[in-house]
């Protein structure tokens, strides 16, 4: 910390006039990289200033904060439960073989009961088989989360317009625009289809923090290629062309539909010339498709 900045040399972009910096979050930590990280660390301090010994947090089978967690579980002295979305299945897929090597003991949930997995209901039932925990949410996207994110813009240079990030849950864009000044752009690009409700959730989000909605951003909702974990021959094209170009291999569930969100917005004259764009690569990891 803080991440690397470097510049995508592109001739699309010099034929714009825009300038586009990548925020390389995902060199933070080989274990527990990008926004995992930024949302995390808060949670962590609140969970020992309150005495507790067990993280206990929600995903599916392929998640991989679900893997943050139970990295960070391990490398500051907590024990960790994953809650898996679906039946157990064996072998354990690699992420879950992950996080049961750093220590994680795992449980499951059938998907209509994850479906309202924060109901008081199921945290009773939890706390009965469990004991006493601290409860991450799904994604990590809570207060100390947005808390986390809000720290990002400062490490960059501030004379940047506009900041591209992805979309799963809400906090990073929740923290990032929060952390960025008024005039400063930020547009969260949903891998989720039909994530305009997300503007609800990622607004409560900074109320529960500001006391308001704070800073510059909306949702750019049309770059989903069908929905999370999702994706097409057209988005695996620019997946390899991206790398072709610049030696990067973005993630398909994540980062590669933010990219393609940005260099789309860009070739539709989206920014005036002169705009420098900040895209914020977290590292996310693939999921496949089976877990949709």
């Known amino acids: 910390m803080?991440?690397?900045?470097?510049?995508?040399?592109?001739?699309?972009?010099?034929?714009?006039?825009?300038?586009?910096?990548?925020?390389?979050?995902?060199?933070?930590?080989?274990?527990?990289?990008?926004?995992?990280?930024?949302?995390?660390?808060?949670?962590?301090?609140?969970?020992?200033?309150?005495?507790?010994?067990?993280?206990?947090t929600f995903g599916g089978a392929y998640s991989n904060h679900v893997r943050a967690t139970a990295a960070v579980g391990q490398y500051c002295g907590f024990s960790t439960i994953?809650?898996?979305?679906?039946?157990?299945?064996?072998?354990?897929?690699?992420?879950?073989?992950?996080?049961?090597?750093?220590?994680?003991?795992l449980t499951y949930l059938d998907r209509t009961t994850y479906r309202?997995?924060?109901?008081?209901?199921?945290?009773?039932?939890?706390?009965?088989?469990f004991g006493d925990f601290y409860l991450i949410p799904e994604g990590g996207s809570n207060a100390d989360a947005v808390r986390g994110c809000a720290e990002l813009p400062a490490e960059l240079d501030s004379s940047f317009d506009v900041l591209f990030c992805a979309v799963g849950t809400g906090g990073t864009l929740a923290g990032v625009a929060a952390g960025a000044r008024r005039d400063q752009l930020?547009?969260?690009?949903?891998?989720?289809?039909?994530?305009?409700?997300?503007?609800?959730?990622?607004?409560?989000?900074?109320?529960?923090?500001?006391?308001?909605?704070?800073?510059?951003?909306?949702?750019?909702?049309?770059?989903?290629?069908?929905?999370?974990?999702?994706?097409?021959r057209?988005?695996?094209?620019?997946?390899?062309?991206?790398?072709?170009?610049?030696?990067?291999?973005?993630?398909?569930?994540?980062?590669?539909?933010?990219?393609?969100?940005?260099?789309d917005q860009v070739a539709r004259d989206a920014f005036p010339r002169g705009t420098t764009i900040v895209a914020l690569i977290s590292g996310s990891g693939d999921v496949p498709v089976s877990d949709c």
């Not at 926004?35 to 301090?45: D, E, H, P, Q, S």
């Not at 309202?116 to 009965?128: C, E, F, G, M, P």
């Not at 994530?195 to 989903?224: K, T």
Request: glycine share 8%; proline share 4%; charged share 30%.
């Open 186 to 232: 930020v547009i969260g690009v949903p891998v989720l289809k039909g994530g305009d409700f997300l503007e609800a959730e990622i607004a409560e989000l900074q109320r529960q923090v500001y006391g308001a909605r704070r800073g510059s951003w909306r949702l750019e909702c049309d770059y989903h290629f069908g929905g999370y974990a999702k994706r097409s």
């Open 2 to 56: 803080p991440s690397p900045v470097v510049e995508v040399d592109d001739e699309r972009l010099r034929a714009a006039g825009v300038r586009v910096l990548l925020k390389r979050d995902d060199l933070i930590h080989p274990d527990v990289p990008g926004n995992k990280w930024r949302k995390l660390k808060y949670n962590i301090a609140t969970a020992r200033e309150l005495g507790f010994e067990v993280l206990l």
């Open 116 to 129: 309202i997995k924060n109901s008081d209901a199921v945290a009773d039932a939890l706390h009965r088989e």
């Open 234 to 263: 057209e988005l695996d094209e620019f997946i390899d062309d991206f790398e072709a170009r610049h030696g990067l291999r973005l993630d398909w569930v994540y980062e590669a539909k933010m990219m393609y969100a940005l260099f």
């Open 82 to 105: 994953g809650v898996i979305r679906g039946e157990e299945h064996l072998p354990l897929n690699p992420s879950l073989q992950y996080a049961v090597s750093r220590g994680m003991r």
